[in-house]
């Protein structure tokens, strides 16, 4: 029984949920970043070391 009336199932991803995954990101990312910056300058002070 295929009924017209009922509405069909979306596919795809809505805009706000795409906002929320870009946000996820971008937190991770500013949280790790003062990291990845303190680890590469560790890198550098080893090899100017060397």
Known sequence: MN???LPQKEKGSTLLEL???VL???ITAT???PLL???I???EM???AR
């Open 19 to 21: 906002m929320a995954v």
């Open 3 to 5: 009924n017209k009336w």
């Open 24 to 26: 996820i990101i971008a």
């Open 46 to 48: 080893d090899a100017a």
């Open 37 to 39: 910056q303190e680890q």
């Open 31 to 33: 949280m790790s970043l």
């Open 41 to 43: 300058a560790a890198r």
